[in-house]
């Protein structure tokens, strides 16, 4: 009985732990959202990348580009008067494989 409560303990207390870690991951779908986030780089204004490149529109190429960090956190600090994001960070990969689906 002491070992099956352990057990549900350890299984709770894990579902805990990972569930942020997950949430954590970047994909195409969490960019997308970001790409429509006003909030993006802690930035207080409304503006937001979809603003300008509506629908990812006029991008389809800028996923080849060797300097695609670069251009998104110049558009980040630029019109979104955010803070650049990190280079290897989950939001910016994020940003990066949405822009390379399109
Ligand atoms: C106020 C309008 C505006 C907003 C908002 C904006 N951009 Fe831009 N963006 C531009 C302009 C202008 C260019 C340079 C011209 C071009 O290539 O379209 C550009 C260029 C880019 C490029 C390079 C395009 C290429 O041709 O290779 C990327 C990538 C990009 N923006 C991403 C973003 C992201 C991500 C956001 C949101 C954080 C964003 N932009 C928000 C106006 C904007």
Known sequence: M?????AIL??????????????????????AKLFDDPA?????NPTKCTDCHIGGEGLEKAGNRENLTEMINMCIQGPLKGQKLGEDSVEMNALKLYIKSL
Do not use: N
Request: hydrophobic fraction near 50%; avoid cysteine.
């Open 2 to 6: 002491k070992k099956f409560s352990m």
């Open 10 to 31: 350890m299984a709770i207390t894990l579902g805990f732990l990972a569930a942020p870690v997950m949430g954590e991951e970047a994909s195409v779908e969490k960019g």
């Open 40 to 44: 993006l780089g802690g930035s207080a």
